[in-house]
């Protein structure tokens, strides 16, 4: 995901008199950070993963805004979206470019400045790095080479869709999985939804605006089952709502808005006890060997399990085994 401040455009275009005011707010901030976090004991030789805000600029916590101070060097996913970020705060460092294509080589790099007894920060785009941003290679490399890894924590879509979704209840209760970006191919995307047939936790799904809708439509045999839509989260036209999931693709639909920024989804866990995934084996051991409509009604009565709920499993089964 990336950045973005609430302020209606970014830093470039805005009037000098509100660049004044940016800065001088941020000015209050970097004070504070010192005096909040510089009694701390930060050491020499350590890679420091950074949270930083994932829409408005005012979610960065005051040990990152003094560790990025105080770092010798801040590895980022992509040194045009980190420059004009740090710009906003006051902070000037020498960049190093870390993404998924160049990790591995780029680690050597950082490894290199570590071992000089340098700090070095390193922040994604946009929230907490390495979880689905680049950022896990690099730390592995850096722990591998027996130096110290300090994390700060702070913003993260996963656990601010979560804060909203009200999981508390379930099977499950607010035990949740993480999936991250599901395949942007349709064939692998059933398959990835079909799995989320047999999940009875929550899980959290990240996903881009130009695949929202693909998304939505994928989605739809999921049937009743509740699911929290974040859009745009922390941003100026920030969009949060529940629907039940074969619902989606409607509410996508109704408004050109809604295929626009940054998605973060928390499809809910099931609300009453069942074996989703000893009906999925049985009904997918039937289908191998008999008509659909016939494996539908012999699942339904060895498991248990709602025969509608069943019969979209089997649909999507079949289409995607036709593909």
């Given at each position: 995901m990336r950045w973005c401040s609430t302020v209606p455009a970014r830093l470039p275009t805005l009037s000098d008199s509100l660049k004044t005011t940016l800065n001088a707010s941020f000015d209050?901030?970097?004070d504070a950070a010192r005096a909040a976090a510089g009694t701390q004991h930060y050491p020499e030789s350590t890679l420091y993963?950074?949270?930083t805000p994932i829409g408005n600029l005012a979610d960065i916590t005051l040990r990152a805004l003094h560790v990025l101070q105080l770092v010798d060097a801040i590895a980022c996913e992509d040194t045009r979206h980190t420059q004009p970020l740090l710009r906003q705060y006051g902070i000037d460092k020498p960049l190093l470019a870390v993404h998924e294509h160049n990790e591995?080589?780029?680690?050597?790099?950082v490894i290199e400045r570590l071992q000089r007894g340098e700090r070095v920060a390193y922040v994604s785009d946009a929230g907490t790095p390495a979880v689905s941003d680049p950022g896990a290679r690099l730390v592995a490399a850096v722990q591998a080479a027996r130096l110290r890894v300090l994390p700060l924590p702070g913003a993260s879509s996963v656990t601010t869709v979560l804060s909203a979704a009200g999981i508390a209840g379930g099977t499950a209760g607010a035990a949740f999985v993480f999936a991250g970006f599901l395949p942007s191919k349709s064939g692998e995307r059933d398959r990835a939804v079909q799995l989320l047939h047999g999940e009875p936790r929550a899980?959290?799904?990240?996903e881009a605006p130009h695949r929202i809708e693909a998304l939505a439509r994928a989605m739809t045999p999921l049937g009743e089952r509740p699911l929290t839509i974040g859009r745009e989260l922390t941003k100026q036209f920030e969009e949060i709502a529940t629907v039940a999931t074969q619902d989606f693709a409607a509410w996508v639909g109704a408004s050109p808005q809604r295929t626009r920024g940054e998605f973060a989804l928390v499809?809910?866990?099931?609300?009453?006890?069942k074996a989703p995934q000893d009906g999925l084996r049985v009904l997918q051991l039937l289908l191998a060997e008999l008509p659909l409509k016939t494996a539908v009604k012999l699942a339904t009565d060895i498991t248990g399990e709602p025969r509608n709920d069943l019969y979209e499993a089997a649909l999507t089964?079949?289409?995607?085994t036709s593909e």
């Open positions: 209050q901030a970097l993963v950074v949270a591995v080589q780029a680690s050597t790099l899980v959290v799904i990240l499809l809910h866990p099931f609300a009453q006890a089964m079949k289409r995607v």
